[in-house]
Structure formats: structure tokens, C-alpha cells
């Protein structure tokens, strides 16, 4: 695939989502956790039609990597071996290989990734090498399978507790073995229906940049207040707004780590017009103000 390579890049793609765990969650709620430090996710990701996406990592990754292709096509070279990859095709590369990969320019794909470790999951990567022969295989693509990343995304996204971090990757190696057990996966595997909060949480997401009142999240899913604050706080634990303003704190942190915006256009950015309330609200959340934590993440890096 020929590309002019200036217009390469790892990340920056319209209607992308992706997080990176920081490393001091990751030392305390993941490598210290003995419900998941033998499989827990690192980072995690969504790229639609990510023209010009490219990444080489001449000494490989520290963790292994998964990359589903439910769109387009790409390449990736793995020990000077070439493979394509189209839609329905996944990817695993096993932490420390040297390796390669890329968005096809005309056609490029969509992708959700991830990165994680755990001395669990290198075995089901050496089973799903054992059951292929190759990292490479094919899957039909099910709903099921996509739920589940965005449970994962979604759970982790809200916050870094140990409750959150355990759960996420808890449902981490049920969304792994559906790579290695592809065939067990049937609509009746996982229940796909998609309830009013759901609807109502992908409705927040979708108008992250807009200030949202109770009336606004009822007459979307067209269910009385009472109602839907009720069954929203017994199904999250927390009220519609209270859940809206972790969402938009949490989408704040992402432009924290992995932009220059100021942070009063962080605040423009998440739908609240008021710089030093959006200050407050974060630092109630996350228990550092935005100036801090931005500069504990970069140092982190």
C-alpha cells in the first residue's frame, strides 16, 4: 500500500475513541488485584475509517495487542511477513515482536484495539495460534462481541475505582475467548437487548458538548422523569446527571493526557460554559483539579 507519509499518524481520527489507563491505576488496581493481574487491559480503543492510521514498533509492544477489523482493510507485518486484513479479520501480536501496521489509504479500516497483559492471557494468545495457525483469523461479526468492548470502554471510562477496573477486565477475558471460541457465540450467548438506560447512555455520549437536562435524556427515550430516574440510579448507582457529569469529566481527562486544548475550551468541550464550575466538578470526581492532574499523567508518560 502506497501513502504519502506525512499524512501518517497513531491516533486523531474523527469520531475515534480511546483510553489509556495511567500507569499509577495500573501498579495499583491491576498488577496488585489478584482477581485480574493475570489478564487486565492497558489501553483500549475505537478507530473508525482511520485514513493514514500507521504504527511501527521496531522492538515491539510491552503489551500484546488485539485489533478487530470490522470495516475497510490494512496490512500488518509481523517479522518481514505481510498479511492483509479485511473486514471480519483479527490480529493479535504477542508483547516484544517487532511489528508494523497500517491503514489501507483508499479503503481504510475500522478497528477496535486494545492492549493488555497477563501471563493468562499469553496462553490464549498461544491457543489461538495453536487453533488457527497463525495470530491471524476470521470471525463473523455478532453484536454480542461488540457489547462487550463497549462495556469495557464504557466502565472504564466512568472510573478508575478497583470496583471498575476489576468489573472491566472481569468482561475482558469473556471478550478475549470470543477470538479463541468464535463458534460458541449465538444470539443467545449474551442478552443483546438495549434497554432505556443504555439508549439514554449512548444518547449522553453522542451530545457529550451540550448541556443536558432531565427533560432532554426523558424525551429522547420518551419515558416520564420519576420513571427514568428511578430505574437509571437502581441500574448505575448513580442519578442521570451525576452519571452525565462522570462522562463529561472522564471525556475531560482524555483532553487532558492527549491534547494542548486549555482548559477552559476542555470545559467548551464537554458542555459546560463555566470554567471554574467545570474546575469544581472535576476536582470533586477526581479528586485533583485539572491543572494537576494533567501534569501527574504527562509525567507519566
Known amino acids: 500500500m502506497n501513502s504519502d507519509s506525512t499524512n501518517f499518524k497513531k491516533d486523531g481520527f474523527d469520531g475515534q475513541k480511546k483510553l489509556v489507563l495511567p500507569k499509577s491505576v495500573i501498579s495499583k488496581f491491576c498488577l496488585n488485584n489478584s482477581l485480574i493481574n493475570k489478564a487486565f487491559v492497558t489501553d483500549i480503543g475505537y478507530y473508525p475509517k482511520a485514513k493514514y492510521h500507521y504504527m511501527e514498533r ?17 496490512e500488518i507485518i509481523i517479522e518481514q511477513k505481510a498479511s492483509v486484513i479485511t473486514a471480519g479479520n483479527f490480529f493479535l501480536i504477542p508483547n516484544g515482536k517487532p511489528h508494523t501496521y497500517r491503514a489501507d489509504p483508499e479503503n481504510p479500516w475500522t478497528i477496535y484495539w486494545c492492549h493488555f497483559s497477563g501471563e493468562q492471557t499469553d496462553r490464549i494468545i498461544q491457543q489461538i495460534n495453536d487453533k488457527y495457525g497463525a495470530f491471524k483469523a476470521g470471525v463473523s461479526y455478532n453484536d454480542a462481541r461488540i457489547d462487550l468492548f463497549e462495556k469495557i470502554f464504557n466502565t472504564l471510562e466512568i472510573d478508575y475505582s478497583f470496583e471498575s477496573v476489576s468489573y472491566a477486565n472481569l468482561i475482558f477475558i469473556q471478550f478475549l475467548s470470543l477470538f479463541l471460541f468464535a463458534e460458541k457465540l449465538n444470539p443467545s450467548f449474551i442478552d443483546n437487548d438495549v434497554d432505556l438506560i443504555q439508549k439514554s447512555i449512548k444518547f449522553m455520549e453522542k451530545n457529550m458538548d ?16 420519576s420513571h427514568y430516574s428511578s430505574v437509571f440510579k437502581k441500574k448505575t448507582g448513580f442519578s442521570p446527571i451525576e452519571y452525565l457529569n462522570r462522562l463529561k469529566i472522564h471525556k475531560a481527562c482524555y483532553y487532558l493526557q492527549f491534547t494542548n486544548l486549555r482548559i477552559k475550551e476542555i470545559a467548551y468541550k464537554v458542555g459546560i ?22 501534569e501527574q499523567n504527562l509525567s507519566l508518560k
Open 273 to 294: 460554559d463555566d470554567q471554574y464550575y467545570f474546575s469544581r466538578l472535576f476536582n470533586k470526581t477526581m479528586e485533583f483539579s485539572p491543572s494537576v492532574y494533567r
Open 58 to 74: 521496531p522492538k515491539g509492544a510491552q503489551q500484546n495487542v488485539l485489533i478487530y477489523c470490522v470495516e475497510g482493510r490494512g
Open 210 to 225: 451540550k448541556s443536558l437536562t432531565i427533560n432532554d435524556l426523558t424525551n429522547h427515550i420518551n419515558v416520564s422523569p
